[in-house]
T-cell receptor, first 112, second 114 residues
Framework: DQQVKQNSPSLSVQEGRISILNCDYT??????FLWYKKYPAEGPTFLIS?????DKNEDGRFTVFLNKSAKHLSLHIVPSQPGDSAVYFC???????????FGAGTRLTVKP | EPEVTQTPSHQVTQMGQEVILRCVPI?????FYWYRQILGQKVEFLVS????????KSEIFDDQFSVERPDGSNFTLKIRSTKLEDSAMYFC????????????FGNGTRLTVT
């Protein structure tokens, strides 16, 4: 089941720079997309979401972009901070949480 | 802020034994879920639970698995006869149920089957 793919297992950026995390999906029925952040020994924590009726959602330093034609979304963090270092999971659902599918995660390291 | 609480944080068991993983969801949540993450792999959906019954389950959730909400607060996942491949982090999650509401996850139980 590879409906949600995060092809980069890791990403390293310098503090203050932009972090861009990418996610691709295959199921055209997905209409709600989320990013979760996970620290070691903790559960995933909701970060930001976007509905398929939008192409951008912004919350402080975090912006999610959705390209429905390409079935691609990305998370931009700017400026990146060392505390942002975590594993970021992309998730998608088709109308209800029962169908939520997660990507494999991208480990972000922000270097001071 | 209310939290989803999972116990124990780490459970070690021998193959073939039964284990029960426990979760106390946020009190006003209505929908409850179990997910698991095998080390180094993605988070996988196991089962969803609403109104005291399973609403959906994945192909992973076979006859060895069961869920219960026995007393209106605890939400448990039971594995009847554990296998080595059941070793994973098991996450409980919940949501209030409004359309497109994010899941709130617990910190997980690490299950190690030896």
């Amino acid at each position: 089941d590879q409906q949600v793919k995060q092809n980069s297992p890791s990403l390293s950026v310098q503090e203050g720079r932009i972090s861009i995390l990418n996610c691709d999906y295959t199921n055209s029925m997905f209409d709600y997309f989320l990013w979760y952040k996970k620290y070691p020994a903790e559960g995933p924590t909701f970060l930001i979401s976007i509905s398929s009726i939008k192409d951008k959602n912004e919350d402080g330093r975090f912006t999610v972009f959705l390209n429905k034609s390409a079935k691609h979304l990305s998370l931009h963090i700017v400026p990146s901070q060392p505390g942002d270092s975590a594993v970021y999971f992309c998730a998608a659902s088709a109308g209800n949480n029962n169908d939520m599918r997660f990507g494999a995660g991208t480990r972000l390291t922000v270097k001071p | 802020e209310p939290e989803v609480t999972q116990t124990p944080s780490h459970q070690v068991t021998q193959m073939g034994q039964e284990v029960i993983l426990r979760c106390v969801p946020i009190s006003n949540h209505l929908y409850f879920y179990w997910y698991r993450q095998i080390l180094g792999q993605k988070v996988e959906f196991l089962v969803s639970f609403y109104n005291n019954e399973i609403s959906e389950k994945s192909e992973i959730f076979d006859d060895q698995f069961s869920v219960e909400r026995p007393d209106g607060s605890n939400f448990t996942l039971k594995i009847r006869s554990t296998k080595l491949e059941d070793s994973a982090m098991y996450f409980c999650a919940g949501t209030g149920g409004s359309y497109n509401s994010p899941l709130h996850f617990g910190n997980g139980t690490r299950l190690t089957v030896t």
